[in-house]
């Protein structure tokens, strides 16, 4: 293989291209999305992915499930660069920019069941779970100018997990928890053919075609606590462990028809390191009615760490390893809601409502269409109704991306976007006492 084509491979991977993700987001359950704060008083099953200690509110034995769906509604407007009207065949229209572009396909899942049994009577309280707390994909038509930045991705992060909950008190429970996740990323798009100048149409085409694959296991744990110092006033906290993860599999890119070998493939393989951030979170509730409860809560998660992101590939001569610049900073997310419920006329219905604002860890100069990361402030509402010894569940959240106008890129080639963008999540539940 000769340098050339190296230098393709190279200023490809070093976008960082197919292996974002695998960062959960929170919207797991009716409790949290319903109301946005759940960290304080975890009174369903999945306090075992919020907060483990709260499982010392699940008597006897549960079975919980909840699914989840993200419909992602958002365009892009992208800004040429370097002779990139001669490979995309249009030109920018009069704003600077080339046509607004939507994603064909943008969308995600977040499922979850899990099972409570109350093994020591008011003391201890175990459970165990499957979710997925990243499933998310995107998808551009081939033919739309996005086409070197991202055609088709996705990232899957299932993880399965055993918890535990242990009152010490009346004003502190301890949780823990301890699982294993499965990272699992796709990737395609076209090699954008000038790389560092050297323009290698002639010999890759115009639109050489990568598709990049990985998946990896590390193990997850969650240290937690919750308390009820007032008959009125509960409060938890967790700490979320760091996970360094290796996702490894094939590289392939293949020549374009216009190429001088039409076809010809270059095949390796890949390992990247990928980092999921020590996460802190707490949270409290308050009665101040005996039907109203109200509620805050704050996650931070430690971003700093995150500084570049490191590929060492195989099987392909010259590229042996490749760092892309990240710079994250941290992420943070405040919310609150309120719970309305035992009304007299409906004591059997609960009502929930809250908002939040979640701040990206991405600076905009580093941002890419398959790791797209936005601010957003996002509105709350769901509902929980007891039918015998089931509680049903249902809830809405939308979510108001704050795209930023992006004029400095660093990524090849340069992601320089405006646009906007909003996601709406849609969860339902059902909860069984056995």
């Not at 008597?59 to 990139?84: N, R």
């Amino acid at each position: 293989m000769s340098f050339r084509i190296a230098l393709v491979l190279a200023g490809l991977l070093g976008t960082g291209t197919a292996l974002a993700g695998g960062f959960g987001i929170p919207e797991v359950g009716v409790r949290r999305t319903g109301m946005a704060a759940i960290i304080g008083r975890p009174d369903d099953a999945s306090a075992i992915y919020h907060n483990p200690a709260g499982l010392i509110l699940q008597p006897g034995w549960t079975v919980y499930t909840s699914i989840g769906i993200a419909l992602i509604d958002t365009q892009f407007e992208l800004a040429p660069w370097d002779q990139s009207d001669r490979f995309l065949g249009t030109e920018a229209n009069s704003s600077g920019y080339y046509d607004p572009v939507k994603p064909s396909r943008a969308m995600g899942v977040i499922p979850m069941i899990a099972v409570t049994g109350e093994i020591l009577p008011g003391k201890l309280v175990m459970g165990a779970a499957v979710f997925v707390g990243n499933a998310q994909g995107a998808a551009f038509e081939e033919s739309a100018v996005t086409h070197y930045h991202l055609i088709e991705g996705y990232v899957v992060a299932p993880q399965a997990v055993l918890a535990a909950a242990y009152k010490i008190n009346e004003a502190l429970t301890v949780g823990a928890s301890a699982g294993i996740i499965h990272l699992r990323v796709h990737g395609k798009r076209y090699v954008y053919p000038i790389i560092n100048g050297n323009d290698l149409s002639n010999y890759a085409g115009t639109k050489p075609e990568l598709i990049l694959d990985g998946e990896g296991w590390a193990p997850t744990w969650m240290v937690a606590a919750f308390g009820r110092p007032h008959p009125k006033v509960t409060w938890g906290a967790t700490i979320t462990g760091r996970v360094d993860a290796e996702i490894s599999g094939p590289v392939q890119i293949t020549f374009s028809e216009d190429a001088s070998v039409p076809g010809d493939m270059l095949i390796g393989t890949q390992v990247t390191k990928q980092l999921l951030p020590w996460a802190f979170m707490a949270g409290t509730n308050v009665d101040v009615h005996p039907n109203i409860e109200i509620a805050g809560e704050f996650r931070y998660w430690l971003y700093r760490q995150y500084k570049k992101q490191l590929t060492e590939v195989s099987g392909i001569a010259i590229v042996d390893k490749l760092e892309t610049i990240k710079n994250y900073e941290d992420s943070w997310a405040i919310s609150g809601g309120v719970r309305v419920h035992d009304l007299a006329f409906a004591p059997k219905l609960d009502l929930m409502a809250g908002a939040q604002y979640d701040k990206s860890p991405a600076p905009p100069q580093t941002v890419t269409l398959d790791q797209a990361s936005f601010s957003h402030p996002g509105a709350h509402v769901g509902l929980r109704y007891q039918l015998g010894r089931f509680r049903l569940g249902a809830s809405y959240i939308h979510y108001w991306y704050r795209i930023p106008v992006i004029t400095d890129s660093t990524t090849s080639p340069p992601s320089n976007i405006r646009g906007e963008g909003s996601n709406n999540i849609f969860t339902f539940s059902v909860e069984a006492k056995l």
